[in-house]
């Protein structure tokens, strides 16, 4: 665990678009992430607003969301309109089932780290490791 | 099975074979003899003889209890059915995908044309597609159907009597149905006229991929109607896929898989007979569709153990009669979660191996996935690949000419027993706790597949379990396979112009009155004896030319809402 920099827990909030069913990854990534020490805030969504107001709520210091279905443009682009809205600046990663060839065009839109497939639990807990606390 | 001769020889044979093992292997060699265990944890042998299947009984295919086969002919009569779940899109791209796929070679019994078509989640959860609630999703994954005018895109090329029409919905079975029924009312056909299958599985889908679904005492009462419905009008409608896939793909064991199916189908025989109904109106037509993984012998176990079961349970415990109601019908759906979408060419090496496995088994259907489904939607070249491998073990190799080609192998045989046994503690253990539906509420089954595909991930991830191209055999360059990918908000735009135009041209005081009569009935169907009064009202809300949405809107409404398994 690379928490050295950080005063307290990290604190992760999770997310799936409640009409993704696509959860095992996920499952999978927020189990490593509490072996690592990291907080979990599990929560389904169907509006972005409501998943910003988690984030405000819990004062998280990063989101993960899971795309499976191909949604991954709406997602990114409704969640990074609903965060700047409420004016938060938390980054997000995105993991599931999402296509290389998108993943700079994320990138591009605000999206700080892309997990696709094969990617291994642990490389999203070291990316979160590194990110300086908000 | 064996003279006492015979099994004598056997031994002798067997202590030259141990010896030879450990003065040449263990001491000369230094060989760490490894212990193997199937997928399911059943402890394998280096090698079976006439001994592991010493108390097997003799069986024939045809004859209870149908370990090897349904049928005095199998393959032999009968290929199995080719039929691929596809779906995507507007209505009118996947009719055009299901143009392609039986050209292509997709079919059913005989030359039936087989659609079995995936919808989206908006359709399978019961949001129209100008809900909020369906932002960003609509034809994603599937085809939206919210209309008859839907379900006609689709169908009307097809003569729907010749057609087997599977619709692969989820938690809206029901309204479904009856919007299939209306549909085909207005091109002149009876309800008994067609043919066809609906999934009626919303307990197994909440569970495995936790949507917004009807409360669990809702799911049960909705299936036990579908049931009854159609037993009493669709003769020929294939009721309840007890669906084992979708538990395969959370990583249960073979064995698990089989003995969650198998507490279900104890659930609903029960419930189909306290709704008064005759075993052997309802029970033939029952069927499930199976996963098929990598452990190779021990899923063609599972399929022969698969069938055995069902026939005892249906024979011993039900005391059933009828050998319909024994022999069970099998449809596999190739394991997605053994994909990679690393070197996705090596997916045929595993769909080639998977239906040999299936053929092995002796099932009556299958769905092969195709190489390029861990990226996204499979491509057109993807998919005729994945008929040409079922065309290919059909036509060139000569396996489909013996029936249960492997029916008395030492290995095989004595696997197909521990594999039953062990489904069957499976089995007993949900009995235990108050049955299948009740292991849905108190979230039993839940906990037990989270922790099965954590597993799995923790095995690939130490390096204990080998998946080839993702951790061991890697390259460092993956090639690129082109994503299949669709322009989902054009599309959305699309289907909600429909609907809005489809709602403006029909008598909305007609829609309100209908839907508050399903709501009625709803309420009405307060216990199981009582089945048999939804369907008729929302056959009547089909033909006042409801929504999907608006009549699962109402059942919901009037059984408790909507929940999340966790």
Redesign the interface.
Known sequence: MNNNQRKGKTKALMAR????????GL??VM?SFKDAGIEVVYT?F??PHELAKVAQEEDTDVIGVTSS???HF??AS?LLEALNERGINVPIIMGG?I???DVSQLMDMGIKKVF???S???DAVDFISELPKA | MFSKKTLDTVNEMMKGWENEIEEVYKKKLKFGCPQFSSESGIPLKYVYTPDDIEDAEPEMPGAFPYTRGNRALGYQYMPWMIQLLHGYGTGEETRERTKYLIREGMKGYGETPAVLFAVDTPTHCGFDPDSPKARGMVGLGGVNISTLDDIDTLLKDYDLPKTRVADNIRFTCLPFLAMYVVYAETRGHKPEELNGQSQNGLGNRCLTTNLPAPTPDAQYKLEIELIKYSCQNIKRWNHTNLCGYVFGEMNVTPTQELGIVMSKAVDLVEGGIKAGLKPDEFVPRFSSQVHLGMDFFEEIAKLRAWRRMWAKIMKERFGFKDPRSLQYRIHVHTAGSSLTSQQPLNNIARATLQVLACVLGGVQSMHTNSYDEAIGLPSEEAVRTAIRINQILLNETGIPHVTDPLGGSYYLESLTDKVEEEAGKVRAEIESRGGYFECIKNGWLRQLLEKQSIKWRQEVDSGERTVVGLNKFTIDEEEEVPAFTLYQPEIEAGIIEKLERWRANRDNGKVKDSLERVKDAMCGYDIIEKAGILMPALIEAARARCTLGEMMEAIVESSGGRIYST
């Open positions: 678009f409640s009409l993704d069913g696509h959860d095992r499952l999978s189990s389904y169907s509006d279905m191909g949604q709406y997602v409704t089932v296509p290389t060839r696709g497939p094969g291994a639990p642990g």
